[in-house]
């Protein structure tokens, strides 16, 4: 589940994504709501005058909380809809640990890795050159909303399941990306992000003190030495 709100651009209208999804879409609308359908599966509402309802901060891509969506789910139950959402909370970003890395069964350039998240172990397959195991990385999990505005969804690549993207620093729009191919790796050599909730109290650090497996990271400044 995704929330995009663009106040300028836009108007004060709160997209609320329940099922990324293409194609040809239904509208019902109660009040100030519009409830988004395709093939009699609700897939997003749009809801007007949201700031009536509560205050939202930030532009584009919105951070979910549970007071964001407990007042989404009272506009949409005070306009008469008949749905409840049922909304993953959990980081999207987070440090994981590479614990194998093998070679795709059919693809000579991508490698099939088992990522450590701290409580789950997730498989993806990655063609990144400079990946391997032992390392720790940023993975954006499914339903992770990329800077491109790409939406991260399970996904089969030539034939083998995964779910999550390894992340390059080009691809999370860190300042100062090299052009080479490659995913971001931290290691000793790194500085740090800022952690999400420290923001003011930034705490500098080697990656291997700083980044336990499950973490999650609010990619605004990277440093290297």
Known sequence: ????????GVGDVAFLQIEPTDGAFDYNKKDDVVEITQDGQ?????????????KIEGNGHIKLTSEIIEALQQSINNSGFNYKLD??????????????????????????????????????VCG???VAAEQKVVVAKVGAVMPSGMIIKDA???GVDSSGMICSMK???LPNAPQEKGIMVLNADCRTFWIQGLKSQPAWSTASELWPMG???????????
């Open 171 to 173: 691809e999370l729009d």
């Open 1 to 8: 589940m995704n929330l995009f709100y663009n106040p300028q």
């Open 42 to 54: 609700v897939v997003g509402f749009n809801i007007f005058n949201v700031s009536d309802k509560i």
């Open 156 to 158: 089969k690549l030539r």
């Open 128 to 130: 990144a050159p400079n």
């Open 87 to 124: 909304t993953d909370l959990s980081p999207k970003f987070v440090v994981v640990y590479v614990e194998t890395k093998e070679k795709h069964p059919d693809a000579d350039k991508l490698s099939v890795l088992k990522v450590n998240v701290g409580n789950e172990t997730l498989q993806i």
């Open 215 to 225: 973490t999650e990271v609010d990619m605004l400044q990277y440093y290297t030495r």
